[in-house]
């Protein structure tokens, strides 16, 4: 069984390469791969990898290369030498970057006469190889059907469209989201603290409410989609005046309120531009770019 399986080559053996090359062994990838730092190589060629010299063996090893260093600049410094190794292989580039990195990244790829995949990770190193951890994908969805099952190796492949771009995008708007809710966890983490509620008390509450906000989440997308934002739930100035208590609230405590007043500014902003008494998605007007012409 394990000889049917797709051969991989895996360049870059950082936290999240390293667990991409280990994820493919363990589900019976014959793996080769390649750091600069080859003492990087070794644990993995200890579980059965194969550790290549140098980028242009680690290429020639296996139809399917793929890539997860620094960035773009580090990902040319490695390839661009040996770039002809590359001709009939398929690179999954899974290098965060730009959508315009990305839609180069193509163009230079079959100048090569290579296949790309643009890729994103949305998971920590330790969550790699876990069916329930999403790994977005962009580009040529013949690509992405030849290579799907050998991708699942390393979580739930989801295929977002023929623009080699959206993976990075999708990428970079979701860490926003990240971001701003465990920053958000954060501040309700410190607020409650400040009368000593720790916070693995706190979480498993948190936890539950963004189960709720999951389903405001779902109310609204079509309300963004339509244009129309009916404020039969809560209207922005009913948040407005809701927010004011919890910057009231963290004040008394000594806690940090940048990010609700952040976020109250926002409110306000959609409330003068007369959304007022429209629901919380009418906020999409005061952040996304005004229509051209």
């Not at 019976?28 to 990087?40: A, E, F, Q």
Request: with cysteine; aromatic share 6%; glycine share 10%.
């Amino acid at each position: 069984m394990t000889a049917r399986q797709q051969a991989v080559t895996v360049l870059g053996l950082g936290q999240m390469g390293s667990a991409l090359a280990a994820a493919l062994l363990d589900r019976g990838h014959p793996t080769t791969v390649w750091n600069r730092s080859p003492d990087k190589a070794r644990p993995l060629a200890e579980r059965g990898a194969r550790a290549a010299a140098t980028p242009q063996e680690a290429i020639a090893a296996s139809p399917l290369v793929i890539a997860c260093v620094l960035d773009y600049a580090a990902l040319h410094t490695v390839v661009d030498p040996v770039a002809e190794a590359l001709k009939g292989r398929t690179l999954v580039n899974l290098t965060s970057g730009s959508p315009e990195q990305a839609q180069e990244a193509v163009a230079w790829a079959g100048s090569l006469g290579a296949d790309y995949l643009d890729g994103a990770v949305m998971t920590t190193p330790p969550g790699v190889g876990d069916p329930a951890m999403m790994f977005l994908y962009s580009g040529s969805e013949e690509v992405f059907d030849t290579h799907r099952s050998t991708l699942a190796a390393l979580g739930d492949p989801l295929y977002l469209g023929t623009d080699p771009g959206l993976a990075s995008l999708y990428d970079t708007a979701l860490l926003g989201l990240m971001w701003s809710t465990m920053t958000g966890w954060l501040h309700g983490t410190a607020l409650v603290g400040a009368e000593g509620t720790p916070a693995a008390a706190f979480t498993p509450v948190a936890i539950r409410w963004l189960t709720t906000v999951g389903s405001f989440l779902s109310r609204y997308a079509p309300q963004v989609d339509d244009g129309r934002y009916p404020g039969d739930d809560a209207t922005v100035d009913v948040q407005i005046a809701a927010i004011d208590h919890l910057i009231h609230a963290a004040a008394a405590r000594g806690v940090d309120n940048a990010l609700p007043e952040l976020l109250k500014t926002a409110m306000e902003k959609a409330s003068a531009a007369g959304h007022g008494q429209d629901s919380y998605a009418s906020l999409i007007e005061v952040l996304r770019p005004a229509p051209r012409g």
